[in-house]
């Protein structure tokens, strides 16, 4: 298999560097980062860490200051060039094999004999103002390096090109089609390309980032622990998620499952989503030791005034939540400036404390499904106030037609679920028996 795209730097709204410490396969790296073109970095060792020049947003992570190759270095991304790394007024800059270097194709190319012969192969080049990206696997279309560097010169005659690391470490995605080359290995670093948006489309008009609050070791639990905060928030964020995919929103998230990346980490990756809002999935706790009194729910902002739209969310979501009878704390919206993810994220940004696992009647409601349906239907629908979604839920009709909808169902005619889906020929005929007009 193989896939290749030239992507105009002008389109290019960032490329960041991934160094992916859960070493996670590429179809999760995915659904975490939500990048539209994800593509294997540079070698790395057995330990886990990257042999060439590496540095990603700006924390050196391979370094060797006697070797000074040509690279590729850049702060945002579309300012993506050639320089000689280490570059350090660079944030970001990566060297490998190097293909080509100022237009000119390597007349030997440098590669230690256990990465040489024909294999998959993954490649990053420049040229004026085109980035391109180039992978293939093992297989029929394998590569030598020689292979590549020729392939590459004969296609786009690159001003720059560098091979990066291959064979079963081959990981490659693109969004726009739908490609997804997951290699056997995970990459232990991958660069992911994120996309200008372009105005007007429908489906993906807007993204919500979702943190489920914590991971898989955290300790916060209720005093008799049967109760965990971390399996809670991941649980909310499937239910929250599921709804507004539904509704025609797209989400990402912090982490997976088993996974517990940093607060900077997760406000990193709603930053480069481009995320239009943010929802910290978490439950309170008393500083009590054993059982506490205090109930309720309340939503963090990092600050005033009433007008910001962090603020604008918060009460979408409590009004909604208000709603549906859930109780609150008195003055539910609150301020902290001490919250990471409320402070570093770009997009409006809620913290949701949903109840406290340190009070037991609290407790028992946390840990009711059909309370949580409650919960993650209420933030949904405050998250798509805010953002003004006319989409209707999948099981509510369009405004136009619920009058009508209710007095079907009420009549017996229709049995009120599945207001979108169409009419099948059986279905009508059962409508028309239940008309009498068949009699
Ligand atoms: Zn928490």
Redesign the pocket.
């Known amino acids: 298999m193989r896939a290749e795209r030239v992507i105009p730097l002008q389109d290019v709204e960032r490329v960041r560097i991934y160094i992916n410490e859960g070493q996670l396969p590429l179809r999760d790296v995915v659904a975490q980062q939500a990048p539209d073109i994800a593509i294997t970095g540079v070698y790395y060792t057995s330990a886990w860490r990257p042999t060439c020049h590496l540095k990603a947003g700006g924390k050196v992570l391979a370094d060797d200051p006697s070797y000074q190759p040509p690279g590729l270095a850049w702060d945002r991304g579309p300012d993506i060039h050639q320089a000689t790394v280490p570059d350090h007024l660079a944030l970001n800059y990566l060297s490998c094999c190097l293909l080509t270097a100022s237009g000119a194709p390597e007349p030997k190319l440098y590669y230690n004999a256990d990465v040489g012969g024909a294999r998959g192969r993954a490649a990053v080049w420049l040229r004026g103002q085109e980035l391109g990206v180039y992978a293939c696997t093992d297989g029929a279309d394998a590569l030598t390096p020689e292979a590549l560097q020729a392939r590459l010169e004969e296609a786009y005659a690159p001003d720059t090109a560098i091979m990066l690391d291959g064979g079963s470490k081959v990981n490659y995605y693109d969004r726009a089609s739908g490609t997804l080359i997951q290699g056997n290995d995970p990459s232990q670093n991958l660069i992911l390309i994120y996309l200008k948006k372009k105005e007007g489309t429908p489906v993906d008009k807007f993204t919500v980032c979702l943190d489920p ?2 991971g898989p070791e955290t300790v ?1 639990a209720s005093p008799d622990g049967t109760y965990r ?1 971390s399996e809670f ?1 991941w649980d909310m964020y499937g239910r929250i998620s599921a709804l507004l995919e539904e509704r025609g929103v797209n989400t990402v998230c912090t982490r997976t499952e088993d996974t517990k990346p940093s607060l900077t980490e997760r406000c990193a990756v709603s930053n480069s989503a481009g995320a239009d809002c943010f929802v910290s999935i ?2 309170n706790a008393e500083g009590v030791s054993g059982w506490g009194t205090a109930k309720g729910l309340e939503v963090y902002t990092s600050s005033g005034p009433d007008s910001a739209k962090r603020n604008v969310l918060a009460r979408d979501i409590l009004d909604r939540l208000e709603a549906e009878g859930v109780t609150l704390r008195s003055g539910p919206l609150k301020h902290s400036m001490e919250l990471t993810v409320l402070v570093k994220t770009n997009a409006p940004a809620v913290l949701i ?1 949903y109840g406290f696992h340190t009070t037991q009647s609290d407790v028992t409601l946390l840990k009711d499904a059909s309370y949580r349906d409650k919960l993650a239907r209420a933030t949904a629908r405050g998250v798509c106030d805010f953002l003004g979604v006319e989409r209707p839920e999948a099981d509510e009709p369009d405004e136009w037609a619920s009058e009508e909808w209710e007095a079907a169902k009420k009549a017996g005619i229709m049995d009120g679920t599945r207001p979108h889906d169409p009419l099948t020929r059986q279905e009508a005929a059962v409508i028309l028996e239940r008309l009498g007009l068949l009699d």
């Open positions: 609050g914590h916060n905060e928030a978490h439950t404390e």
